[in-house]
T-cell receptor, first 115, second 111 residues
């Protein structure tokens, strides 16, 4: 079975641009979460979606937005990119709405570099 | 106080050694606890959940001390393949709330 897939794997953008990252969860998983991981830090929670509804939002500015589609795939959008947005963006899927009730399965991530 | 705190290491240990990592969390209402493993430039993967009574999975033992709000991971008979960053993970509050990751503890097992 396919795991969590993310695209693209790498991306280079300039300051001020906008970026869209994509994620497909494991088949049968209805929950998708997005995390940002800066080098040397642990993953930081950005959003969680379950059944197309936002279930949680981390401490990120409004430049960050996301949505989940009827097939449970998800997109993360970041507007007006800043140098500090350079990070590994991880998508995780799980079978339950709560992150504490079932393991998170992470994709390989999208490495975003903002120049 | 940070929500989840870990010693970043690195811990450099010889093969066969026993090594222990500790992690503290700030919110006494947290109910779910995990250890994830992350290899260099890879995604985190669940190593084990941590239960109140403590639990063991082969060479790995996890303990939870609610009174002191810390979690531990013990690795016995370290293998070269255990070299990775170990992330302590706690849910933010009780119930279905987001998971909070520590910065991770880096382990290098040396031949």
């Amino acid at each position: 079975d396919a795991g969590v897939t993310q695209s693209p794997t790498h991306l280079i953008k300039t300051r001020g641009q906008q970026v869209t990252l994509r994620c497909s969860p494991i088949s049968g998983h209805k929950s998708v979460s997005w995390y940002q991981q800066v080098l040397g830090q642990g993953p930081q929670f950005i959003f969680q979606y379950y059944e197309k509804e936002e279930r949680g939002r981390g401490n990120f500015p409004d430049r960050f937005s996301a949505r989940q589609f009827p097939n449970y795939s998800s997109e993360l959008n970041v507007n007006a990119l800043l140098l500090g947005d350079s990070a590994l963006y991880l998508c995780a899927s799980s079978s339950e709405p709560g992150q504490g009730n079932s393991p998170l399965h992470f994709g390989n991530g999208t490495r975003l570099t903002v120049t | 106080r940070k929500e989840v705190e870990q010693d970043p290491g690195p811990f450099n240990v010889p093969e066969g050694a026993t090594v222990a990592f500790n992690c503290t969390y700030s919110n006494s209402a947290s109910q779910s606890f995990f250890w994830y493993r992350q290899d260099c430039r890879k995604e985190p993967k669940l190593l084990m959940s941590v239960y109140s009574s403590g639990n063991e999975d082969g060479r790995f033992t996890a303990q939870l001390n609610r009174a002191s709000q810390y979690i531990s991971l013990l690795i016995r008979d370290s293998k070269l393949s255990d070299s990775a960053t170990y992330l302590c993970v706690v849910n933010k509050y009780s119930g279905n709330t987001p998971l909070v990751f520590g910065k991770g503890t880096r382990l290098s097992v040396i031949a």
